[in-house]
């Protein structure tokens, strides 16, 4: 099994389809962690989707055409402020839209930036999935989440990665046809 390797969000933005709480600042969960953060302030509130979006020119390679996609994992450094803030909805985007099973965790968040992660190897999300499909810009991963507690928490997220694992087609078979055998060695066989 091959491996794109973890490739950064090329995009993040808030996106209102779920939720009470924007984003602020979604941009700052694009790139590599640098201490910079989107940011949403719950009140015992749930917070719109953070819509991380990818791109192959994030992967090490593309993923091949024709190949088998095994699995899919997605990496996010997040923390919070104040009460307890869990996951509500981490779930994929195919084609710019929000598909899959909802691999939420009901872990709290910590107080420090800490790695969360989503999926794995083997891991399709109760989905099918293409080259092509992962290799498109509108392919990646919405991420809500929700204060447990009136304490005025504030959830963060400074980066994340996407991995998608594959297996490649098995190599094309050159068809050879044979060869034909000549007139003069099929008279031949007739004397």
């Not at 700052?28 to 819509?51: F, I």
């Not at 195919?94 to 190897?121: F, I």
């Not at 504030?154 to 094309?172: C, I, K, M, N, W």
């Amino acid at each position: 099994m091959a491996s794109t390797g973890a490739a950064q969000f090329e995009s993040a933005t808030d996106d209102a389809a779920v939720g009470i709480a924007a984003w602020s600042n979604p941009g700052n969960a694009e790139g590599s962690p640098d201490d910079t953060r989107a940011t949403v302030t719950l009140a015992l509130s749930q917070s719109h989707y953070l819509k991380l979006l990818n791109s192959s020119a994030n992967y090490a390679a593309p993923v091949p055409t024709g190949s088998t996609i095994d699995g899919i994992e997605v990496a996010i450094e997040r923390s919070k402020t104040g009460g307890i803030v869990v996951d509500t909805i981490v779930r994929l985007v195919k084609g710019g839209t929000v598909v899959g099973d909802n691999l939420a965790s009901a872990t709290e968040w910590p107080g420090t930036d800490t790695v969360a992660t989503y999926g794995g190897p083997t891991e399709l999300w109760g989905e099918t999935w293409t080259a092509a499909q992962v290799n498109a810009q509108n392919f990646g991963v919405v991420l809500s989440c929700e204060e447990t507690a009136d304490i005025g928490s504030s959830a963060r997220v400074d980066a994340g990665t996407l991995t998608v694992y594959y297996t490649e087609p098995p190599p094309a078979v050159a068809m050879v046809a044979p060869r034909r055998q000549s007139r003069r060695l099929f008279n031949l066989r007739r004397m």
